[in-house]
């Protein structure tokens, strides 16, 4: 299984800056160095083109971005301070989730360790986001005629407000997003399908919420493939969650999601997006789970399991 990432470029941020920049590194050093990751291929993306981030952004933010001439209030939009670095580590991320996204279209799964910048708009960022990257990669795709029809399972804790609005009355992109009610973005935008989840919800009703919205998608949707957000953020040690779902809750998260589109025959590319945890050991614990479970499934056959969860 193919994984790309970005990590080779680390952010300067301000010491007790709340961004983890260091799990990425952290997650990277455990796949290099643990067996069970030996059959995992890791790339280095390409970074994205101006032409292929045009795809979703205006070209003023694009280069405003590059040059460094944002606004002081856009870059606390972002919550990031503006560096070449930044710039570079953005550009790569971007280029991250296309590349996962062409091998999992010939390889069936793939995975890009890092984004999933779902708050960014076509003119600005927000919320440690930059770019859209599964929006360009979206675009991406069926610009290249790779594929025609998209689901977008953002599974973050924060409800992907800048791709929903990205993707609003287009009905080639199907974004469904399971998020805390209660929590940042507090203007929500339109998916076309939002599952808003009560502070505390835990694992059992979590992943009743889940296999409903994927009764609900799938058919719906009708997609040639999923990006998958697997955000670690839901966990219940997340200073940033407010929900409340085990470690163990989120890798059967994931188990589940692999599953259901195995069954259904989809390629699935996945992003790790946001992990806030007090101990950023957790959130890394979390991603390698997830990059575990996608492993499982690119080894095995395809399950007899019916996408809610039920034996066939």
Not at 1 to 11: I, N, P, Q
Not at 16 to 44: M, N, Q, T
Not at 155 to 173: E, K, R, Y
Not at 297 to 311: L, M, Q, V
């Amino acid at each position: 299984m193919k994984a790309f990432t970005a990590d080779a470029v680390s952010l300067p941020l301000p010491e007790g800056h709340r961004f983890p920049a260091d799990k990425y590194s952290r997650l990277r050093k455990r796949i290099e160095s643990e067996a069970a990751f030996a059959a995992v291929d890791l790339c280095l993306p390409e970074p994205a083109t101006n032409a292929q981030l045009a795809l979703v952004h205006s070209p003023e933010y694009i280069q405003a971005f590059r040059a460094g001439t944002l606004s002081e209030r856009e870059i606390r939009r972002i919550g990031l301070p503006w560096s070449l670095a930044l710039v570079e580590r953005s550009l790569r991320s971007v280029g991250g989730i296309m590349a996962a996204c062409q091998a999992a279209a010939v390889d069936g799964l793939a995975i890009h360790l890092g984004g999933g910048t779902h708050h960014a708009f076509p003119d600005h960022g927000a919320g440690y986001c930059v770019f859209n990257d599964c929006a360009v990669a979206a675009r991406h795709l069926q610009a290249q005629q790779i594929v025609s029809r998209i689901l977008i399972l953002d599974l973050d804790v924060h409800q992907g407000d800048g791709t929903a609005a990205i993707f609003a009355g287009d009905t080639t992109v199907y974004t469904c997003s399971l998020h805390s009610m209660s929590n940042f973005p507090f203007r929500k935008q339109t998916s076309d399908l939002d599952v808003a989840l009560v502070d505390g919800t835990g694992d059992e009703d979590y992943l009743q919420a889940l296999r409903h919205a994927l009764d609900i998608a799938l058919p719906a949707s009708r997609p040639d493939l999923v990006l998958y957000i697997a955000g670690a953020d839901p966990y219940a040690g997340d200073t940033l969650g407010r929900l409340s779902i085990s470690s163990d809750g989120l890798a059967e998260r994931d188990r589940f999601v692999f599953d259901a589109m195995g069954a259904a025959g989809l390629p699935v590319a996945v992003v790790l997006g946001g992990g806030y945890a007090r101990r950023i050991d957790d959130t890394v614990q979390i991603h390698v789970n997830t990059v575990a479970r996608a492993c499982e499934r690119a080894a095995g056959p395809t399950p007899a399991h019916a996408p809610d969860g039920r034996n066939t």
